[in-house]
């Protein structure tokens, strides 16, 4: 009997086989590695608390011993260094007595903000002969067109009293809350240089960086993990026996230890000397440490506090 | 002056960097870690600890002091090896990884070879046949990262007690790297099976707690439970089935002699010793009730304990002989009770789903093991004597019976799959992470840890 073979089913048959059987062998394969990322912890502050970290520090190390100087000159102290530098202080004074008061005056006589703490690690040896000029001058202008004001009324009583006076007092008593714009100072904010005998571009006395300096979340973190591959830590039964074991490290650039890890203090039992001693292998088997030389001057001597209170 | 330009940039705006470092070392400021970021104490850097590792430790065969004893040397370094393995708390690394060969333990080793390959604790050792024909055992335990020799010691023996050396040996390596007592150097009594499910003869077995040295102390005739060491004298106590009544039995395992422990009407069970040894601690059955009832080993006087119309059984000392733990069912279900071991009001410490029965008092005293029957399993557990930090530590089938290492950190049990297999023992560690079968001859039950025998 003959087998009438369609050769569409076949070549079909054939076809999916191979197809199948490609996707078998092709899609069994192992699944791609990913590799682990290193995790950072991670902490939800509140505004205050991030306040608190980049705060500065008086007591913090010194990184700049110069105050700051803008340009060569004798030394001439600052109380706001904020604002642009101008020559020459912008002091407005008019002496010939205005007709009306201007309102734009007022200002001058406003003191400039209050001194900011960069200011008051500077030195302040000398006095403020700048400040003080602008003083009198700003005084006496206004003074003195009171006192015209108050005697031009009575010379001319007839010819030009009657209108604009009534106006006068009522711009001064009555508020209207659509021209406080021009009351303020349109003017930018204008300082002294700062000057010194060499030129210094760093504002602040201390550390730029506040108490955000404390960069031990990166690098403690770093070598963290790293101690921790070595780190066989003892069986310390079912209860924690809360142990806290500090040694003292110093580290060379390259990371490998500069001495033998000093331990502070000793354990009290058994199990803080086993522990202690898990800590001292760790430390010593997992050099070098692999940290960030920016921070080299941070990790080159710290306190690794082995222990098991979760931060 | 570019470069300037950027500095001056910095006091005002701290760079993004700068503001994630610092909300995240605030974790670190907030965690108390840090005392005094500046100053003269170095920054202080918390390590939270990980999960605990096995450490890792080569223990190279011992060497040969004379040819002849190569074997003896291999020996004991296997058993030694084998201790720490089964605790948990070891990794022992595979000899053919070794890069050092170990032919003089008076010189300190290459500790560089042995960081190569990992080890952080190195055992070396030396096994020398003294003329006299004792055998002469040394060991060194060193710290591969500091170099340093841990501890070291020396040992003269009859040859035929290498494997007791060997335990010794392992005690000392596990009490100096875990800050524990060893408990190597113990025993084991348990009731050994063999024979059909239906006609299962039982003996009373004695073994080394590794399950080498297996010795045989009944003829199994007849049908022995529940043996217990004494802590203080090679004796035991069990509970056989002769005759009439099941009795409790006292028995020396030197020298084989036996008596049964007081004459009471009707049948005597589940006894067991006081923490000095002088005293015998069981229930007497009264009828469908069982009471404690304490009786002194020399005057032969029989104290009650209990008087209740239930079953009160498997009572157990706490190591200061201050209290007794037991199993009650005065409030209905099996529970477990504390009591002065004067006799007094018993208190309930067990309170889960199910009943809790054959309670043990840990060497330690801080815990007691019980075994847990509910939801169709049986439990091995532990409980602090105030009732507190229920622990299960592992479930199936059928699990009963624990017993205490001498240092209370393992528990042994048996096990019973069902149908025609029968039991083997097991340990576990109070962690419940480290369960290890003992090997044993037959199946086996009942085991009784011995105290440390030196």
Known sequence: MKVKVDKTLVASVALHVLVIGWGLVSFSSKAFESMPEESLPVD??????????????????????????????????????????????PVVTDASPPPTPKVEEKPVEKKPDPPKPVAEAKPKEEPKPIEKKPDPPKVDPIAEALKKEEKKPPPKPVAQAAPPQPPKPKTERSFDQTKIAALLDKRDPTRQAIAGDTLNSNAALGLSHG????????????FQSQVERCWKKPFGGIESQNPEIVFDIRLKRDGTLEGAPIPEGTPATPYLRVYQESALRAIIECQPYNLPAAYFDEWKYFAPVFTDHKT | MTQKD????????????????????????????????FGQAPKRVPIPEGDFVALPIAIPNFVAGTPADAEVGAGVTQVITNNLKRSGLFNPIDPAAYIEHITNIDTAPQFANWKTINAQALVTGRMTRQPDGRLKAEFRLWDVATGQQLTGQQYFTSPEYWRRIAHIISDQIYERLTGEKGYFDSRVVFVDESG????????????????????????????VLTPRFSPSTQEITYMEFGQGDPRVYLLNIETGQREIVGNFPGMSFSPRFSPDGQRIVMSLQQGGNSNLFVMDLRSKSTTRLTDT???????????????LCFESDRGGKPQIYVMP??????????????????PVWSPRGDYIAFTKQGGGQFSIGIIKPDGSGERILTSSFHNEGPTFAPNGRVLM?????????????????????????????????DPAWSPLLS
């Open chain 1, 44 to 89: 939800v502050i509140s505004a205050d608390q991030l306040a608190h970290v980049t705060a500065g520090m008086k007591t913090g190390k010194k990184e700049n011993p110069k105050p700051l100087a803008e340009k060569v000159a004798e030394a001439r102290p600052v109380d706001d260094a904020v604002g642009k530098i101008s020559e020459k202080p």
């Open chain 1, 211 to 222: 108490k955000a300096a404390d960069n031990s979340a990166t690098w403690g973190t770093m």
């Open chain 2, 6 to 37: 950027g500095l001056r940039e910095i006091p005002f705006r701290p760079s993004r960097r700068q503001i994630v470092s610092g909300i995240a070392s605030l974790g670190v400021l907030t965690g108390g870690g840090v005392r005094h970021a």
């Open chain 2, 196 to 223: 059909p499910a239906l006609r299962r003869v039982k003996r009373l077995a004695l073994m080394d707690q590794d399950g080498a040295n297996v010795r045989y102390l009944t003829k199994g005739s007849d049908l």
């Open chain 2, 309 to 323: 119309p239930a079953i009160d059984t498997s009572p157990s000392y706490a190591p200061d002989g201050s209290r």
């Open chain 2, 341 to 358: 071991a004067a006799g007094g009001p018993a208190q309930r410490i067990s309170f889960g789903d199910g009943s809790y029965s054959t």
């Open chain 2, 413 to 445: 049990f048996f096990r019973d799959p069902g149908g025609n297999d029968g039991a083997s023992l097991f340990t576990v560690d109070i962690s419940g992470r480290f369960e290890q079968r003992v090997p044993t001859p037959g199946f086996a039950s």
